[in-house]
């Protein structure tokens, strides 16, 4: 079956832009989630849905970030005014309440 | 509060030697799941295994294998004879069913298999 699909796969933008990335979960799946890895680190936990809701939207790192999803399904996370230290990867997982996470390929993310 | 510890940030071995990546949680649920993540240089997480905490029993898969101890609080994992195919990062990761849907990472541990 498919997987959990994001895109776009790679973006550049410039410094000041808005950007949105977007997240297709696994069908049926009713959590879905956002994390963003820098450069050889490790996963930061920014926001996550369980079905159109957020319960938890502690990681967001500042206001100019933001995520909604829809029906239950896709979900969009939007960046305000990029700055160079938005410059990651954004991974999206997706599950079934608090049992696995299966996760896309990301988008990586440069900023100029 | 719940909590993934990896302390084992960089661990490199030569090829057919056997390694075991060290897993440690905190939680004062007793119901929750425990889980292992492949991140190889391409990028894409893949999930490997998943136990729940009532389930105790070791388990082989392959060159694979995993053994948890609730007394220790711990989930190991151990590749026997690696391959430089396992080199990678490795996430060891908890979900508990009283936090709603969060999942809790460790910082992750860089395998490098050396040919």
């Known amino acids: 079956g498919a997987g959990v699909s994001q895109s776009p796969s790679n973006k550049v933008t410039e410094k000041g832009k808005d950007v949105e990335l977007r997240c297709d979960p696994i069908?049926?799946?009713?959590?879905l989630y956002w994390y963003r890895q820098s450069l050889g680190q490790g996963l930061e936990f920014l926001i996550y849905f369980q079905g159109n809701s957020a319960p938890d939207k502690s990681g967001l790192p500042s206001d100019r970030f933001s995520a909604e999803r829809t029906g239950g399904s896709v979900s969009t996370l939007t960046i305000q005014r990029t700055q160079q230290e938005d410059s990651a990867v954004y991974l999206c997982?997706?599950?079934?309440?608090?049992?696995?996470?299966?996760f896309g390929p990301g988008t990586r993310l440069l900023v100029l | 509060a719940q909590k993934v510890t990896q302390a084992q940030t960089e661990i490199s071995v030569v090829e057919k030697e056997d390694v075991t990546l060290d897993c440690v949680y905190e939680?004062?649920?007793?119901?929750?799941?425990l889980f292992w993540y492949k991140q190889p240089p391409s990028g894409e997480l893949v999930f490997l295994i998943r136990?729940?905490?009532?389930?105790?029993q070791n388990e082989i898969s392959g060159r694979y294998s995993w053994n948890f101890q609730k007394s220790t609080s711990s989930f190991n994992f151990t590749i026997t004879a690696s391959q430089v195919v396992d080199s990678a990062v490795y996430f060891c990761a908890l979900s508990v069913l009283n936090t709603g849907n969060q999942f809790y990472f460790g910082t992750g541990t860089s395998l490098t298999v050396i040919p």
């Open positions: 997982a997706s599950s079934i309440d608090w049992e696995t996470q299966y």
């Open positions: 939680t004062r649920d007793t119901t929750y799941y």
């Open positions: 136990r729940n905490s009532f389930d105790e």
């Open positions: 069908s049926g799946h009713t959590a």
